[in-house]
């Protein structure tokens, strides 16, 4: 079963608009919450991480808001340019676990 | 100077053949990984290995076998393929005991069967 749920699978953002990816966990042991931006053809990177002692990270134009008591965390990618245009995937881990557990991935593309 | 590295990048093979996928770091990790990014583009970990020692063996069938020759080396050797194994397989690699845990992956291996 998938620990992390992500919505919405694909989004379309005009340059210069916001794009908004939600992900929810049910385990509450998770304490570290990374996102990667997968370009095609190539493989995953990490893009910003957060960690539930804090409600928001930000760096540059992305942005990681946190809700602890709702399970819930969302990427905002401020600005939109064609070159965010990418999948991008949550994921939650615990602890000193090896095991990262990804979200589904939403296709973010993003028009000029 | 690529940090993680897979071989080959592309693997068109016929159902029932045996293949092997090789994968070496740089990044002076202790920690290297399998997963396996399926059509829909989910993303599964397979394998974990810890210097050396498999430590995390997802539900994959037994015709999938890892082997860690040393920290840097990773490779997976798949027999008896089927037409379901076509996927990318990402190598990836980590350090323990950090607080980030940032898990570095390589370009994939596409393979498809055929």
């Known amino acids: 079963q998938q620990q992390v749920k992500q919505s919405p699978q694909s989004l379309i953002v005009q340059k210069g608009g916001i794009s908004i990816i939600n992900c929810a966990y049910e385990n509450t042991a998770f304490d570290y919450f990374p996102w990667y931006q997968q370009f095609p053809g190539k493989g995953p990177a990490l893009l910003i991480a957060?960690?539930?002692?804090?409600s928001e990270k930000k760096e540059g134009r992305f942005t990681i808001s946190f809700n602890k008591s709702a399970k819930q965390f969302s990427l905002h990618i401020m600005d939109s340019q064609p070159g965010d245009s990418a999948t991008y995937f949550c994921a939650a881990s615990l602890g000193n676990d090896y095991k990262l557990s990804f979200g589904a991935g939403t296709t973010v593309t993003v028009r000029a | 100077d690529t940090a993680v590295s897979q071989t080959p990048k592309y693997l068109v093979t016929q159902m029932g053949n045996d293949k092997s996928i090789k994968c070496e770091q740089n990044l002076g990790h202790d920690t290297m990984y399998w997963y396996k990014q399926d059509s829909k583009k989910f993303l599964k970990i397979m394998f974990s290995y810890n210097n050396k020692e498999l430590i995390i063996n997802e539900t994959v069938p037994n015709r999938f076998s890892p082997k860690s020759p040393d920290k840097a080396h990773l490779n997976l050797h798949i027999n008896s393929l089927e037409l379901g194994d076509s996927a990318v397989y990402f190598c990836?690699?980590?350090?323990?005991?950090?607080?980030?845990?940032?898990?570095?992956f390589g370009e994939g291996s596409w393979l498809t069967v055929v």
């Open positions: 957060i960690r539930p002692d804090v």
């Open positions: 990836a690699s980590s350090v323990t005991g950090t607080k980030k845990n940032t898990i570095y």
